[in-house]
Structures are given as C-alpha cells and as structure tokens.
C-alpha cells in the first residue's frame, strides 16, 4: 500500500474491506476525505491492498457505445420522492421483492453520510434521494460477496469508483449481480458536510432531524432546493444561498481524484449508469413535465436485460436518446468535473479549522468573483431589477 498515491485515492474502501488481517480502517484525512490508514502490527505485506486497488488497475470492458433512454415512473410519489425520474426504486422494489438485497447510501442516525443494506422496500427509500457527500462504503462490500454467495440477487448503488472498488473486491462477476452508479460530480468533504451541519444547527438553535438537498417542493430543477428539518422547525432554500451547495457547485470543496477521475468517462464502469436529464428541453420537450426525468444509460447486456425486465414496465414514458443529448448538460459521463482555481488553499484552511463556511466562501467564492462594489449596487437594487438579474446568473451557472 505504500506505493498507493494518496492524492488519487476515492477512498472507495476494496483494500480495507479485501485486507484478511483487517488491518486497514478508512479514516478521515485532515481535509475530511476517507482515506486508507495501515495497521503496520497487523499488516504481513500480502500485497492483496494494492492489487485490488481500482485507481491504479481498473479498466472497464462495458461498450462504449451503451443505449441511452430518457425515464419517467408512472407512479407520481415515487417521482417526488427521488432525485429525478424514479429509475432507481423500480429495480431496487424488484430487487428485494425476488430474494435480493439492495446496497446504497443513506444518512445514519447522527446523520453521516455511509452504505448499507436493505432487505425490503422501506429500508430502501433513504436511498432514494441525493447526498452530496463521501459515503463511507464500510463493510458493504463483503456483506454484497456473502449475500451473492447465498444465491440472493443483489443491487449495488453508489459512484462510479464505489462500484469499480466492488468489483475489484468480488474478483469475478456475478450473474446475480447488477451494479448501478450514478453519474458523478464529485465528492465533497466530510468535514465540510459536518461544518455545515454545525452551522446550521448554530443559526436554528435546534438540533437537525433530516436534510433533503433535492427537494422538489419548486419542481425539478438544474437548481437545487435544499430542505433543512430541525426538530422545530423546516428551512428551505436556495443552493444559490446556501453555503455548503455554494462550495459543491463551484468545485470547490471536492476531492482531488475527483478533479482527475479514472471513472467518468465511456466506457462506464456500472451495469446502469442513472442521473438527471439536464438540458431535456433542448432535446424534447414532451419529456418534462418539471416533475423528474431520468436519463438511463446501459452499458452492459445485464443493465439492458433488467431496463426492458424492470424499468420499462414502470415507465410512464420511456424513449430512447442519442448518448450526445445525455453528455451535453451531463458532461461527467465523459470527463471530470474541473477544479475551482481556489480549491486547494480552500480545503487547507478547513484543515485548520480557522474559519466558518461562511467566511470560507465569503473570502474565496463571493469576495473572490464579484468586487464589493458590485455586491454593494446589487444589494440595493429594486426586486424588479434584481431579479431578472437573479435568473441570468441560474442560467451561467445551472445552464438551466
């Protein structure tokens, strides 16, 4: 493992979950980014850390040419529910309704960010929805193995490197496996996530309960509207104002592997790759109808099988898409996201905990891309004027 480049890591977990004397353990790095931490006691240099490693070894045999379909769920409170077009409870509702369990990420009690395992369609809704941040993979990977072993049909949800980290840990494909990934903008820091919690909780005066980052109480929007629930009250807002989408949007407080990903490119690493169909409108309008569209990509004859099985047969709409409609608002199919200019001297003063998320973006985000006279002028300017302002800045930076 020493030969690992720390800085490419995505903390994706193979070597801890594939180390036989368990002696790696994913621990936060000062920047908050889940990293490998050795045991040198436990550790016998088997070399199985580093041969399983996907960042330094993985390359995908899926076409390079997958099928693409524009989706939308028939069932109206599913598509509220999800991120965008309801793809994603159609296979995992399948999944454990045929023997199956379905592994993806949610918010544990202390509202952390990890994966776990559900074994019934309640336990798969937390799923659901978005979560812009490092989930901790844990020992996901070896419960996948023991479940597939046991002849259960298994989906495994998660970013393209969490998947790639899987398949490396299994060694071998398995018929009664299907991966899907999300296409992927990066991933922030754990620590900013916690900062941000801190501060929230700091400006309700409550303690937080639940945090959706895609409500669609607005619609489906490029947009994010983010739902805050206090044990007092609910906060909704813009990600234009809220500080933690700020930093996302712009780059800025994701990984450095994420500025350089081995992962978003053709051909894909999942069965199925699932996102949002930004820019739908260009393409159809009779696509959207502001309630949530999925664009689905199929990469493998296993993702294409259980799409025509499963998906299709919960389609309100289905329609196949040239793969250059889903890359042209979607571009992290193909490349990654580029860094923030910034992005560095940013993640060290969160290492330093110095300063708040607040003054972080003040000082390299809000500060840093508009003088102070102009925020004075807009601050004063009149609603009429202010907004229509508001909404050529949407357009720059959601390309709505």
Known sequence: MDKLNFKICTGCGACANICPNSAIKMIEDKKGFLKPEIDKNKCTNCGLCEKNCPVQHYVSDNTLSPKVYAFINNDEQIRLNSSSGGAFPALARYIVNNNGVVFGAVYDKELKVCHTMAQNVEETLPMQISKYVQSDTKNTYQEAKSALQQGRNVLYSGTPCQIAGLKF???????????????????????????????????????????????????????????????????????????????????????????????????????????????????????????????????????????????????????????????????????????????????????????????????????????????????ILPPQIKNPLRKIVKKILFKV
């Open 169 to 379: 840990f299994l060694g071998k494909d398995y018929e009664n496996l299907l991966t899907l990934e999300i296409i992927c903008h990066g991933v922030p820091s754990r620590k900013v996530f916690e900062m941000y919690k801190q501060e929230c909780m700091n400006d309700f005066g409550s303690e937080l309960v639940s945090i959706n980052m895609r409500d669609k109480i607005n619609g489906w929007h490029p947009e994010p509207i983010i739902t805050l629930n206090t044990k007092a009250s609910t906060h909704s807002s813009s990600g234009l104002e809220d500080t933690y989408m700020q930093a996302f949007l712009a780059n800025m407080s994701i990984n450095d592997c994420c500025v350089d990903c081995k992962f978003n490119k053709l051909p894909r690493v999942a069965d199925i790759t699932l996102g949002d169909f930004w820019g739908v409108d260009e393409f159809d309008t009779s696509l959207n109808d502001r309630k949530g569209t999925s664009i689905v990509l199929l990469n493998t004859a296993k993702g294409e099988k259980y799409f025509n099985k499963v998906i299709k047969k919960e389609a309100r709409l289905v329609k196949e898409v040239p793969v250059e409609a889903a890359i042209k608002h979607n571009q992290n199919i193909i490349s990654s996201s580029i860094s923030h200019p910034k992005r560095n001297a940013y993640l060290k003063e969160i290492s330093q905990d110095k300063k708040t998320l607040k003054q972080l973006n003040k000082k390299y985000l809000i500060a840093g891309k508009y003088p102070k006279p102009v925020m004075f002028i807009y601050r």
